[in-house]
């Protein structure tokens, strides 16, 4: 139901300005639809066995990003491998391939106190860390962001010691506060020095430590004071003043399925409209009871995740179910709180709505995991 409301409100968003990119969601749709059969009628403890294969292979792939001639560089990112007609980013099966190797790991581990696991979370550092460098070098720093939770999920499922969570809730507060402290200092560099976040984007950087882009501190400045770095709301806020407006003008029932005006006229930029603030063309046109009902869809589709989970047969069976889902949780209150100021806006798609055929491959993909750990979920 997800993917035939995105192919619609894809339509909807692109149907001012020509373009049929729809035609292209439905086409991996039925790809993804097929993939997922196949994934569900396969038993999932082959990934056991055979899952360090799937993380090389995704290694392979975040490494061939970089290589001229594969790699495909958009908009200062090279985060696509083009395969002529269509292009694949190779952090979506990474995400598949992590949440296979984590599972795998800890299943045949046994986890208690951080002294005793510290071996099991040496090979859990290295089998997330290093796909997340990589994701983060191309750069994508929205994509890298979903592995953390998922793996610390994973890890609570695993009942390791409380501790080790406490120092991970400790260590989060204080990046939080190096990067809040480091863009604080980003803005007075910015003042004395009388230069534009814009015009100036990279002058900041040889001046700290903290491996951020400019860029990535501008949207922080942008969801934290924007009146600072944006005081007319013209340039890097406008994607977030003009997504609140479209998600307010819909009101309770919204203007009707290819009414709305906030991407006819370009407000909201039709670069963005039809995948990261697809969210945001649905509630104006369907209103607050077109929007709840998207979410509850999420909510039914998350809920499921945690219920199979419990239903597993085996540890690894409901680490994958349980992985899988901690990502769509993810990537679900990332790109709908980005939508409505709740979180400074990245680059993260929302599943099965947002236009993107690897990225819709990968979801029917992960849902086929789960779907094959209900399905053998008792020994035959």
């Known amino acids: ?100 190797m984590c599972a795998s790991i800890l299943a045949r581990s046994r986890v208690s106190t951080v002294k005793d696991s510290l071996w099991t979370l040496a090979k859990l550092a290295l089998a997330a860390g290093i796909p997340m460098l990589l994701i983060l070098a191309q750069p994508d720093l929205g994509s890298a962001l979903v592995l953390p939770p998922m793996v610390f999920s994973q890890l609570y499922a695993s009942n390791l010691s409380k501790r080790f969570f406490a120092a991970s809730i400790l260590a989060f507060v204080v990046v939080v506060g190096i990067v809040s402290w480091d863009t604080y200092r980003y803005s007075k560099f910015l003042t004395e020095n009388n230069l534009s976040p814009y015009r100036d984007m990279g002058a900041y950087e040889p001046h700290t430590w903290v491996p951020l882009h400019d860029y990535q501190r501008n949207r ?33 029932t919204g203007k009707g399925w290819a009414q709305g005006t906030q991407a006819k006229l370009g407000y909201l930029p039709r670069a963005v409209a039809h995948n990261d603030f697809i969210f945001s063309v649905i509630a104006e046109e369907t209103g607050f009871l077109g929007s709840v009902l998207v979410l509850a869809l999420f909510g039914l589709l998350l809920a499921n995740g945690v219920r199979i989970a419990g239903m597993a047969r085996d540890r690894f069976g409901a680490l994958l179910a349980l992985g899988v889902t901690i990502v769509f949780a993810v990537h679900v209150f990332v790109n709908i709180g980005m939508t409505i100021g709740l979180v400074p806006i990245t680059g993260l798609p929302l599943p099965f709505l947002s236009y993107g055929g690897s990225f819709l491959l990968s979801c029917c993909i992960l849902q086929g995991l789960v779907q094959s750990v209900y399905r053998f979920r008792r020994e035959f």
């Open 1 to 100: 139901m997800l993917s035939i409301v995105g192919v619609f409100f894809i339509y909807s968003a692109q149907v001012y300005t020509g373009r049929t990119q729809y035609t292209m969601q439905l086409a991996w749709l039925v790809l993804g639809a097929v993939a997922y059969g196949i994934i569900s009628r396969i038993d999932y403890k082959i990934f056991l066995k055979h899952g360090h294969w799937v993380w090389m292979l995704a290694i392979l792939g975040l490494f061939a990003v970089k290589v001229p001639g594969i790699g495909q560089e958009r908009l200062g990112a090279q985060r696509w491998i083009d395969f002529g007609p269509v292009s694949i980013q190779p952090s979506e099966p990474a995400k598949l391939a992590i949440v296979i």
């Open 220 to 252: 922080i400045l942008a969801f934290a004071a924007p009146d600072r770095v944006d005081p007319t709301g013209t340039n890097i806020s406008w994607n977030l003043r003009q997504s609140l407006i479209t998600v307010g003008s819909g009101g309770l």
